[in-house]
């Protein structure tokens, strides 16, 4: 199931044109700080390795996204009769604004470099845990948070039944075994990315993390290894109705935890969250 968030963000409809400047121009060249041409044109091994049952790829929490300035408008009505009218006028222009707002300050938020291509090792992410010793690992609290219904327990708090909705491609399941717990960002996405220079602890926190909403996701066995550790550039949901909240998801648990993207994944996410708020 599908758990929106409200974002803060820094309104500025012009970052638009201020992004589009700086990933349309040819190859991006990286700087200390800034962008450059992703590191590869084409995906990279990593798109074919296919995540273990019951995981994906994920993160844990840092910083926590900022808050949003409140935007407002209210056209005064020029005849009587007319206010309820533009009370819905207003309403439906704050809410695109407030939109766009939210994929400006995302994209915004975005540190464009060269990915790292070697070294990972999903080893390195130790998961799924039982941070809060309550004998439920994070993948069995994601079962029971995300389930619709009530869901059956079998022993050392195993979840086997209960009722989800896998955002990925609109399939219901009520068998837990049919379910992946999916990293928003892969676990190799996260190495490749900027986990690479993590200590341990910080590498199995983010493996873990249940604090943020976006990180671990409940989705269907195939759509889990349909996505593999590929990026939004090389990987969308079938289900078109949820792409939007996809990338920006995806777009969440990156600047959470101060990941990068390279220049093609910035691309599309880009791309796609211009389609996003027109």
Same mark, same amino acid.
């Given at each position: 199931m599908w758990k929106p968030k409200?974002?803060?963000?820094? /309104?500025?409809?012009?970052?638009? &044109?201020?992004?589009?400047?700086?990933?349309?121009?040819?190859?991006?060249?990286?700087?200390?700080?800034q962008t450059a041409s992703q590191a590869q044109s084409t995906p990279t091994a990593s798109a074919s390795q296919e995540p273990e049952p019951g995981s994906n790829e994920t993160e844990s929490v840092d910083p926590e996204p900022k808050a949003t300035p409140e935007v407002s408008s209210s056209p005064a009505p020029s005849e009587p009769g007319q206010e309820t009218a533009n009370e819905e006028l207003v309403a439906e222009e704050s809410g695109s604004s407030?939109?766009?707002?939210?994929?400006?300050?995302?994209?915004?938020?975005?540190?464009?470099?060269?990915?790292? /291509?070697?070294?990972?090792?999903? &080893?390195?992410?130790?998961?799924?845990?039982?941070?809060?010793?309550?004998?439920?690992?994070?993948?069995?609290?994601?079962?029971?948070?995300?389930?619709?219904?009530?869901?059956?327990?079998?022993?050392?708090?195993?979840?086997?039944?209960?009722?989800?909705?896998?955002?990925?491609d609109g399939v219901?399941?009520?068998?837990?075994?049919?379910?992946?717990?999916?990293?928003?960002?892969?676990?190799?996405?996260?190495?490749?990315?900027?986990?690479? /220079?993590?200590s341990a602890v910080r590498r199995q926190a983010f493996a873990n993390d249940l604090d943020l909403p976006q990180a671990l996701i409940a989705v269907s066995a195939g759509s889990n290894r349909s996505k593999s550790a590929r990026d939004p550039a090389e990987?969308?949901?079938?289900?078109?109705?949820?792409?939007?909240?996809?990338?920006?998801?995806?777009?969440?648990?990156? /600047?959470?935890?101060?990941?990068?993207?390279?220049?093609?994944?910035?691309?599309?996410?880009?791309?796609?969250s211009v389609g996003c708020v027109n």
């Amino acid at each position: 199931m599908w758990k929106p968030k409200t974002i803060t963000i820094v /309104t500025s409809l012009a970052l638009f &044109g201020f992004i589009g400047l700086v990933t349309d121009s040819p190859e991006p060249q990286p700087t200390t700080s800034q962008t450059a041409s992703q590191a590869q044109s084409t995906p990279t091994a990593s798109a074919s390795q296919e995540p273990e049952p019951g995981s994906n790829e994920t993160e844990s929490v840092d910083p926590e996204p900022k808050a949003t300035p409140e935007v407002s408008s209210s056209p005064a009505p020029s005849e009587p009769g007319q206010e309820t009218a533009n009370e819905e006028l207003v309403a439906e222009e704050s809410g695109s604004s407030e939109q766009v707002d939210r994929f400006t300050f995302l994209l915004a938020s975005m540190e464009i470099k060269p990915e790292v /291509t070697s070294g990972y090792d999903r &080893g390195l992410f130790k998961h799924w845990i039982d941070a809060d010793r309550d004998s439920c690992n994070a993948r069995e609290e994601v079962l029971i948070i995300e389930s619709l219904e009530p869901v059956t327990l079998g022993a050392g708090c195993k979840v086997l039944t209960g009722s989800w909705f896998s955002v990925y491609d609109g399939v219901s399941i009520t068998e837990s075994s049919k379910l992946d717990i999916d990293h928003m960002i892969p676990l190799k996405e996260a190495w490749d990315s900027g986990a690479n /220079t993590w200590s341990a602890v910080r590498r199995q926190a983010f493996a873990n993390d249940l604090d943020l909403p976006q990180a671990l996701i409940a989705v269907s066995a195939g759509s889990n290894r349909s996505k593999s550790a590929r990026d939004p550039a090389e990987w969308l949901p079938t289900n078109i109705s949820y792409r939007c909240q996809y990338v920006e998801d995806w777009m969440v648990v990156k /600047t959470k935890w101060d990941l990068s993207v390279d220049a093609r994944e910035f691309e599309a996410l880009r791309g796609i969250s211009v389609g996003c708020v027109n």
